[in-house]
Each structure stands twice: as structure tokens, then as C-alpha cells.
């Protein structure tokens, strides 16, 4: 790359939406130097396989600076990467299927359409696992890498985002979560990502309407520029019954507001996951560092007694409503894992379902409870570091064997049964030199004071300074 398209793509997403705003930087700019940069390092990394540059650079050559003057939630031409789950007008959103190869979208859905209306451009698609799962690989693009060790995986299903973003070919790029989709490939490729509140960020007609389980998020370098697109992002689309308009001060200038916790609890598994011993003892070390920032840091978690089983149970619901037509049609074109989920809800039973649903209510009626006393639940983000990229999903977690293909990412599917926001912040990283991530979940509807807490917590363990890296291989 060039000396000056290499410092573009350095800069962070909050300096280069300012250099925008002040016009020192044109759209057009910042959308070569990310096709540079996706040229040079992508080849290796398969974050995003699907490029949408000519179209990229005729919003840019157009995009009409003058009308976002005005606008405080505006990126101003930002180049981004939204995920191949996400409709973008004019691309194909393959879900990762062979189905789909082809499927063009015809418009922009909710959640790409809302930061299209705030200035964010679409360079490239990000890579995801074919439908779901934790590890990014798919029969249409193959797997994407990790860019600290090209052997590993980026996790899933938000790996081609957070390795994207990693690497340094985008500054900022969509994720969704559902069991942990967005919070484990953040850890697992040293970014920030946000799983907000439900309702928060508006999602697209092809999912259930009134589902309050999958959520769309923004992911980063740092909390910084995470803050800037929550703001560019959230709002209400027609498309989306749970999303609102959110007024008030921005989650930007909220960074810069006072009161930070008091009193926070951590748990290395919740109780109820297994977890490595290192990865443990990494997100403990960095959890004190709320202490040494004034917070009193105790033990004291609610009771996650029932959940992953109540999780399950929505999850196979969530995949049988989404799914079932397809698999009538297509089942010799789907993954076995995906068949195996669709299967599952389809042979649910009522009171299964009653159960998840007595589990669920009574969990938030805990967490509610929990925060009268504290202002933060902390845990790891993933119960293992980044593993090898041709292994399709972890079988065993610290010699014990897991259950099902998604046991690995029990302790952020826990969390997504809280319905709290949360937050993936690097801590550490391995012996091996792979990232680790903590998991910061926050009060309901309290995405401001989470991302307040996370600044200077993200800021002590200095990580996000790393970033961009260029891709390697620590085997070679």
C-alpha cells in the first residue's frame, strides 16, 4: 500500500468521520484506501469476499456533504462492511448458502438502510458461517482467518466483521447476536462489539418481528468509534415493530459524561459453563482492573440456573420458524449441523417452551434485582481461545466433552437471555499470543453507562492501541 492509504486506514473511525465532517478527507478517499487495503491483506484473510467498490465509489464521488452538515449521528461518507446475514441493495446476500449464491437484494434492509440515512457507505459483505454457528466458514467463500494467526479461526458468526476490522480494511462494520455471534468473534479477533438492548438497532423483515433474541449490533477498533455507529444506527424502521426513536444525548457525548461503577461482580463461568483455565485466569487479571479504577469487585452473580437449557429451546424455535420452508425444498444443500437445529424445533414440545419461557422471565426479574447492588456483571467472552480455523466447532472444553455444537459459546448465549446490553472488550491475550475477551454486561436500557465503564477499562489495558494489525502466520 501507499504510505498515505496506509495512514488512512490506521486512523480510527472517530478521526476519520471528523476529518469528513470538516471536509479535510472526501468519501471517495477513504473508499480507495479501503479497496486497497482489502486488496493487499484480504487475500489472506477472507473477511470480505463480497465487494461492492464500484457502487461504493459512485456513492462517494455523489454522496452530497452538504445535507449531513446538520446531522450530530452522521458518518459522512464513512466506508464500512456489513455482514452477509444483511441486505444491501444492489449485492447478493448469500446467508452462506450455496441457495442463495445468486440472491441479489433489491433494497437495503432496516438495519443497513438506517446507517445508509446517516452517511455510512458500503465498501464489502463480511463472511459468515453458512445460516449460523462459530466458526466462519461457508461452501459459497470458504473460511475466513484470524488475522493474528492466520491458522485460527475468527469465531462466528460475526468473523468476517471482527476480522475486517482487525486487519484493517474497514473502520467500522455491522454484526448480529444471537448466542453470542458478535460478543465471541471480538474476542477472539482483539475488537469491540456491542450486543444491545432489543429494539435498539432496527433488523430486517426476514426475521421474526417480535423476536427479542437475535439483535444487530455495531462492532469497532475501540469503544470510541463503537459509540459513534450505536449512535448512526439506531432509530425506527417501519420494517422493524420493536425499533423506536431515540432521542437525547448521543452515546458519543455520554462517553465524556461522569459516574463510573461502584461495585461489580465477575465470574469466570457463570457456574453453569466449563471454561480453560487460562482464559480464565486472564479475564479475572483483567477484571481487577475495575478496582483499580474505583469500583469495588465482588462475586455476587445471579442464579443462571436453567438458561442454556431454556436457550436451547428458543434458539431451535427461532431456527424451525426462520427455516422449515427451506429445509422442505433444499435439505440436501444445508449443513447437518443447521439441519440438526431446524430439527430440534420442530420437535419441541409446548411445555419445553412454557419452561424457557418461566426461565427466561424469572432471569430478568434477577438481573434486575442483581443491579440494585452492583453496575456491572463481568465474564469471559469465550470459554477458549481462537482454535484451528479447519476445525468446524469445539468438542471438549478443558478435557470435558461438549453436548452440542454451540455448548463452546454457552457463556455468551447465557447472556443473551438477560436481554441487558453487552459488551466484548479485549483483556489479554494467550501464551500463544491469540486475543482474549471479556464480556460487560450492563443494566437494561443502559448502553450509555456500559460503554462510559468500558472506555476506561478498554483505555487501562491499552489493546485497541495494537490495532489495526497486518495478518500472519505465528506457525510460519
Not at 64 to 86: M, Q, R, T
Amino acid at each position: 500500500m501507499t504510505d498515505k492509504m496506509n495512514e488512512l486506514c490506521r486512523m480510527n473511525a472517530t478521526e476519520a468521520v471528523a476529518r469528513l465532517r470538516r471536509r479535510e478527507l472526501s468519501p471517495l478517499e477513504l473508499v480507495e484506501a479501503s479497496i486497497e487495503r482489502i486488496e493487499t491483506v484480504d487475500t489472506e484473510v477472507n473477511a470480505l469476499p463480497i465487494h461492492c467498490f464500484d457502487q461504493a465509489r459512485e456513492e462517494a464521488r455523489n454522496f452530497d456533504a452538504e445535507a449531513h452538515k446538520d446531522n450530530p449521528k452522521s458518518l459522512h461518507g464513512l466506508p464500512i462492511a456489513v455482514k452477509d446475514y444483511n441486505d444491501v441493495r444492489g449485492a447478493v446476500t448469500t446467508y452462506g448458502s450455496p441457495i442463495f449464491a445468486d440472491n441479489v437484494a433489491e433494497k437495503s434492509d432496516a438495519t443497513v438502510r438506517q446507517l445508509e440515512e446517516n452517511g455510512a457507505i458500503t465498501v464489502a459483505k463480511s463472511n459468515v458461517p453458512e445460516w449460523a454457528g462459530g466458526n466462519t466458514f461457508n461452501p459459497v467463500f470458504g473460511a475466513s482467518r484470524n488475522p493474528w494467526d492466520l491458522r485460527m479461526s475468527v469465531g462466528g458468526s460475526s468473523g468476517g466483521s471482527a476480522a475486517a476490522l482487525a486487519s484493517g480494511s474497514v473502520w467500522l462494520a455491522t454484526g448480529n447476536d444471537l448466542g453470542g455471534s458478535l460478543r465471541t468473534p471480538a474476542a477472539f479477533n482483539g475488537i469491540v462489539g456491542l450486543r444491545p438492548g432489543p429494539g435498539r438497532v432496527p433488523r430486517g423483515a426476514r426475521l421474526p418481528p417480535m423476536d427479542t433474541l437475535w439483535v444487530e449490533g455495531p462492532m469497532a477498533r475501540n469503544v470510541d468509534d463503537l459509540a459513534l455507529m450505536l449512535d448512526a444506527g439506531i432509530g425506527q424502521q417501519a420494517d422493524d415493530p420493536l425499533s423506536f426513536d431515540q432521542t437525547g444525548t448521543s452515546f458519543v457525548a455520554a462517553l465524556t459524561e461522569t459516574g463510573m461503577p461502584e461495585r461489580v461482580a465477575f465470574s469466570p463461568d457463570l457456574s453453569i459453563v466449563s471454561m480453560e483455565k487460562e482464559i480464565a485466569e486472564i479475564c479475572g487479571g483483567a477484571a481487577t482492573t475495575f478496582g483499580d479504577l474505583g469500583a469495588d469487585v465482588t462475586d455476587d452473580i445471579p442464579d443462571f440456573t436453567g438458561v442454556l437449557e431454556a436457550f436451547q429451546t428458543h434458539r431451535a424455535v427461532l431456527f424451525a420458524t426462520l427455516m422449515e420452508p427451506i429445509l422442505a425444498q433444499h435439505r440436501d444443500r444445508i449443513a447437518p449441523e443447521i439441519i440438526g437445529n431446524i430439527e430440534r424445533g420442530l420437535n419441541i414440545t409446548p411445555s419445553q417452551i412454557f419452561e424457557a419461557e418461566r426461565v427466561r422471565a424469572e432471569l430478568y426479574k434477577k438481573m434486575v434485582a442483581f443491579f440494585d447492588t452492583h453496575d456491572l456483571l463481568i465474564c469471559p467472552a469465550a470459554s477458549i481461545a481462537p482454535f484451528p480455523v479447519e476445525q468446524r466447532y469445539v468438542t471438549e472444553i478443558d478435557g470435558k466433552p461438549c453436548e452440542t455444537y454451540i455448548d463452546w459459546f454457552s457463556i455468551t448465549f447465557a447472556l443473551t437471555m438477560t436481554a441487558c446490553p453487552t459488551i466484548s472488550v479485549p483483556c489479554g491475550f494467550t501464551a500463544s499470543g491469540l486475543p482474549v475477551g471479556v464480556q460487560i454486561v450492563g443494566k437494561p436500557r443502559g448502553e450509555a453507562a456500559l460503554l462510559r465503564a468500558a472506555r476506561p477499562f478498554e483505555e487501562a489495558l491499552g489493546i485497541a492501541k495494537q490495532l489495526p494489525i497486518n495478518p500472519r502466520s505465528k506457525g510460519a
